[in-house]
């Protein structure tokens, strides 16, 4: 896979970050997220937009050493013995905050918290170091999509300073049919049709149809009983710029129902 991204500006992704287990399986996702840090510009920093933090007004870590949460249960032990120690970023909160507050959100600062698995583990993988100052973006999950494209389109600018908008949750994620069908099963056509959807309307710069996604997409519903794995894509796209066509840097599924798919604005 070969990308060209556009000079002076960071591109903006969504990623879709499966199971925490994903750092054990070494499946296609797993060496897709070992190569992707190497084909991006080198982030100075990283906002990530978990689906695994959800606020009521948006909130952002401020903690200068934020802890590694294993919010998650029933995994195998070596999960929870993994640590991702890397830097916070105080700062970097506190001008996103103020980029909010100035385009009309609310917006917290969490002095305490640490980062959870939907921004950790993607980033074991693509930054092993830990180096690269992080924080988090919680989301909203009743404000619905328009709300998360507005907050990425204020936090555009960042992109020009070398910071990575990252949003990291699930194309699909219907965890209530979860196993019905083994790691390594085809796509339900259910699942597959969203996915062909949604490849074809980021690839197409359909801003107004992604917004409208649960009207619009095939089986939309079905494929995301709750919003909250689907609403990070939302601020990377925001970011990538108003009519900016997506590119597809990694597609794939697991256990039949999870798209693994990966998207980039501003290549």
Known sequence: MQVNYMRDNMPTIFVSHGAPSLLLDRDPTFHFFKKLGRLIPPPKAILCVSAHWQTHNPTTTGNPKPETIHDFYG????????????????????????????????????????????????????????????????????????????????????????????????????????????????????????????????????????????????????NHPTDEHFLPLFVPLGAGGKGAKGKQLHHGFTYGLFSMAAYAWGI
């Open 75 to 222: 995994f195998p032990k070596a999960l929870y013995e993994i640590a991702y120690p890397v830097p916070g970023d105080s700062r970097l909160a506190q001008t996103v905050r103020e980029m909010l507050i100035g385009s009309g959100f609310e917006c917290d600062v969490d002095e305490g918290r640490g980062l959870d698995h939907g921004t950790w583990v993607p980033l074991k993988l693509m930054y092993p170091s830990a180096e690269i100052p992080t924080i988090q973006l919680s989301v909203q999950t009743a404000a619905g999509s328009e709300y998360h494209l507005k907050i990425g389109r204020a936090l555009q600018p960042l992109r020009q300073h070398g910071v990575l908008i990252l949003g990291s949750g699930g194309a699909t994620h219907n965890l209530r049919e979860l196993g019905r069908y083994p790691i390594d099963a085809g796509p339900q056509p259910y699942a597959d049709e969203f996915d062909a959807w949604l490849c074809e309307s980021i690839q197409n710069a359909g801003e107004d149809d992604l917004l409208t996604y649960k009207e619009r997409a095939p089986s939309a519903a079905r």
